[in-house]
């Protein structure tokens, strides 16, 4: 199991999250969704990109990749629900504020879809 003990295991992770709901979306016929998680993705980069050098190397506790990760036959809403978690449990765990902000927009994009 991976442990996302540090800023960028955890934006790694972020970013392939969203590439694999890009997939999972567009399988389910569902192009709105996601081409916004490509969106998401690219905006996760930059996010990582920008705020790299920022980040203190302070380690991050209590999180695994395999809590997050997707099943292959998930539904888009199931999917939807475990993107949100993560993104839920990780923002608050995020010592860069606008690092953090970004976190929990994604979160809250993929809690709405969950309930939809």
């Given at each position: 199991m991976t442990e996302l003990n540090s800023f960028g295991s955890v934006m790694t992770f972020a970013i392939e999250l969203e590439a694999k709901l890009v997939d999972v979306y567009a399988?389910?016929?569902?192009?709105?969704?996601?081409?916004?998680?490509?969106?998401?993705?690219?905006?996760?980069?930059?996010?990582?990109?920008?705020?790299?050098v920022e980040i203190t190397l302070e380690p991050i506790e209590g999180l695994n990749a395999a809590d997050y990760t997707l099943p292959s036959n998930a539904s888009p809403s199931e999917a939807a629900a475990i993107a949100a978690r993560f993104y839920t449990d990780v923002a608050p765990k995020i010592n860069v504020r606008s690092a953090a902000r970004s976190l929990e927009q994604t979160g809250k994009q993929h809690a709405e879809y969950a309930a939809s």
């Amino acid at each position: 199991m991976t442990e996302l003990n540090s800023f960028g295991s955890v934006m790694t992770f972020a970013i392939e999250l969203e590439a694999k709901l890009v997939d999972v979306y567009a399988r389910a016929g569902k192009a709105d969704w996601s081409a916004a998680s490509e969106k998401r993705k690219q905006k996760l980069e930059r996010v990582r990109r920008e705020n790299v050098v920022e980040i203190t190397l302070e380690p991050i506790e209590g999180l695994n990749a395999a809590d997050y990760t997707l099943p292959s036959n998930a539904s888009p809403s199931e999917a939807a629900a475990i993107a949100a978690r993560f993104y839920t449990d990780v923002a608050p765990k995020i010592n860069v504020r606008s690092a953090a902000r970004s976190l929990e927009q994604t979160g809250k994009q993929h809690a709405e879809y969950a309930a939809s």
